[in-house]
T-cell receptor, first 113, second 114 residues
C-alpha cells in the first residue's frame, strides 16, 4: 500500500539548534513530495515541495528539505530553530498524474527557549 | 491575493442531521479538494473537483458528497451525521488538476457532532 511515514510523533529541540523532521515514503513511481505546517486551530501552510532536480529544496521561513531517492526519504531541516517554529508538521506525497495528497501522521515540533 | 476561505469556521450538529460546508478558492484556482482531519485517522482525502466535475474520490461513504460551481466555489455535504464525523474539514485549492502546482489550504471548518 502507498504510505508516508513520519517515524517521530514529537521532536524536541532547543532554540538556535538545528532541527530535522523525518519523512519516508513507500509509493511506486516518482511522486511529488511536500511539507506543510499546521499551527493550532489553523489550516495547513505550504512550506516546500520537491518535483525534480536538485535534491536540496529550499522553502519558506528558512526551512529546507533533502530528497534521497535510494532511501525514499524527504527530511525537513532548518539550521537554527526558533520558538515560533513550534507546530505540527506534515509530509505528503502526490503522484504526478494524481490529485490527492497522501499525508503522514504528522510530527509535533517543540522548540524550547 | 486572498487565500482560501471556508465557512463556517465552527459548526455544532446532532446525530442524524445534515451539514453543508463552503469553500472559496484562491482567485484563478479551478481545482478544489476536500480533506478530513481527525486525531485518529489523520488527514484523509475526500474528493477533488475541477471545472465542476469530480475528478477523484477518497474512501468515504456516500453520505459525503460535494459539488463545484461555475465560479470554482465548492460545497461539501454530509448527510445523516454520525459521531465519528466530528473533525476538521479542510479545503485546498490549486490552479489546475494534475501537474506540479501546489495545493493551498484554507483554515478549515471544525464540525462537532453531538
Amino acid at each position: 500500500a502507498q504510505s508516508v511515514a513520519q517515524p517521530e510523533d514529537q521532536v524536541n529541540v532547543a532554540e538556535g539548534n538545528p532541527l530535522t523532521v523525518k519523512c519516508t515514503y513507500s509509493v511506486s513511481g516518482n511522486p511529488y513530495l511536500f511539507w506543510y505546517v499546521q499551527y493550532p486551530n489553523r489550516g495547513l501552510q505550504f512550506l516546500l515541495k520537491y518535483i525534480t532536480g536538485d535534491n536540496l529544496v529550499k522553502g519558506s521561513y528558512g526551512f529546507e528539505a533533502e530528497f534521497n531517492k535510494s532511501q525514499t526519504s524527504f527530511h525537513l531541516k532548518k539550521p537554527s530553530a526558533l520558538v515560533s517554529d513550534s507546530a505540527l508538521y506534515f509530509c505528503a506525497v502526490r503522484f504526478p498524474a494524481g490529485t490527492a495528497l497522501i499525508f503522514g501522521k504528522g510530527t509535533t515540533l517543540s522548540v524550547s527557549s | 491575493k486572498a487565500g482560501v476561505t471556508q465557512t463556517p469556521r465552527y459548526l455544532i450538529k446532532t446525530r442524524g442531521q445534515q451539514v453543508t460546508l463552503s469553500c472559496s478558492p484562491i482567485s484563478g484556482h479551478r481545482s478544489v479538494s476536500w480533506y478530513q482531519q481527525t486525531p485518529g485517522q489523520g488527514l484523509q482525502f475526500l474528493f477533488e473537483y475541477f471545472s465542476e466535475t469530480q475528478r477523484n474520490k477518497g474512501n468515504f461513504p456516500g453520505r459525503f458528497s460535494g459539488r463545484q460551481f461555475s465560479n470554482s466555489r465548492s460545497e461539501m455535504n454530509v448527510s445523516t451525521l454520525e459521531l465519528g464525523d466530528s473533525a476538521l474539514y479542510l479545503c485546498a485549492s490549486r490552479v489546475t488538476s494534475g501537474g506540479t502546482d501546489t495545493q493551498y489550504f484554507g483554515p478549515g471548518t471544525r464540525l462537532t457532532v453531538l
